[in-house]
């Protein structure tokens, strides 16, 4: 008697049996890119602590009635902007970075879904809190106004990207929804970056001027989204968008 076959000619997968006669479990197999999304996920949350243990420290400062200094006077005068600027940019860059693991959201989509909503809500925080503090609170010494132009510029860029990230998904746009998501927290993961990029600086060219700080952290920005452009490019189109 020949075997049943599949209308593609194949014979069907015939499960392995145990000792028992029982079909024994077979784990699916994990992402042939499963490696190198770890790696990335592990980046991304360690270009993220520096600035996170920085952002502690703050919210130990203020509940702690730290002694005031010229350098924090503006944070104590009106705590509410750094604190949510703080708290909703920890949740942002710990949480988001889990969500550019193939792996797990095919594997978790509900939690992809649920996850992405709540990571909108922070990245607009992060964006708009940025704004305002570099609207209203006083300029630290050392900040000029081509810092103070670039950090409108990224501030916005970031409310933007996000917020069209949010209406692509609800467009059915994978692909640009994706895009975009990747922009914002790419210009999310600046603070990050200004860290690698200032001790750089400082290393070659000494302490840095007014226009060089704001060159610097400038080339922070610069760096993430060419390497957010570059994955956009490189990353494969889904079937459906």
């Keep these: 008697m020949k075997a049943n076959v599949s209308n593609e000619g194949r014979a069907p997968d015939v499960p392995q049996l145990n000792k028992a006669g029982k ?19 592990t980046a991304m949350l360690l270009l ?9 420290v703050r919210l130990i400062q203020l509940a702690g009635g730290a002694e005031i200094t010229p350098a924090n ?25 889990f969500q550019f693991a193939p792996g797990f959201r095919q594997r978790r989509p509900v939690w ?16 708009l809190s940025g704004l305002w503090m570099t609207l209203f609170y006083p300029s630290p010494d050392g900040d000029g106004e081509l810092l103070y132009a670039l950090r409108l510029l990224f501030g916005s860029a970031m ?8 209406t692509a998904i609800r467009r059915g746009s994978v692909m640009r929804h994706r895009a975009w998501m990747m922009r914002g927290y790419a210009i999310g993961l600046g603070a990050g970056t200004q860290v690698l990029t200032l001790l750089a600086g400082e290393l070659i ?17 610069v760096i993430n989204l060419a390497v957010a452009e570059w994955a956009i490019r490189k990353r494969p189109a889904p079937h459906k968008q």
Excluded at 75 to 83: C, N, Q
Excluded at 112 to 127: I, N, S
Excluded at 159 to 166: H, P
Excluded at 205 to 221: D, H, K, Q, T, V
Aim: with cysteine; hydrophobic share 55%; net charge positive.
């Design 73 to 97: 006077a503006r944070f104590f005068a009106s705590p509410l902007p750094v604190v949510l600027h703080i708290v909703s940019a920890g949740v942002y860059a710990i949480l988001g970075a």
């Design 23 to 41: 079909p024994t479990s077979q784990k699916p197999k994990a992402p042939a890119n499963a490696g190198s999304a770890k790696r990335l996920v």
């Design 112 to 127: 992809h879904r649920a996850a992405g909503r709540l990571l909108v809500a922070c990245g607009l925080l992060v964006g």
């Design 159 to 166: 409310v933007v990207s996000i917020v069209r990230g949010f």
């Design 48 to 56: 993220s602590a520096i600035p996170l243990a920085f952002g502690v």
């Design 205 to 221: 060219i000494g302490p840095p001027s007014e226009l060089s700080r704001a060159l610097l952290m400038g080339s922070a920005w």
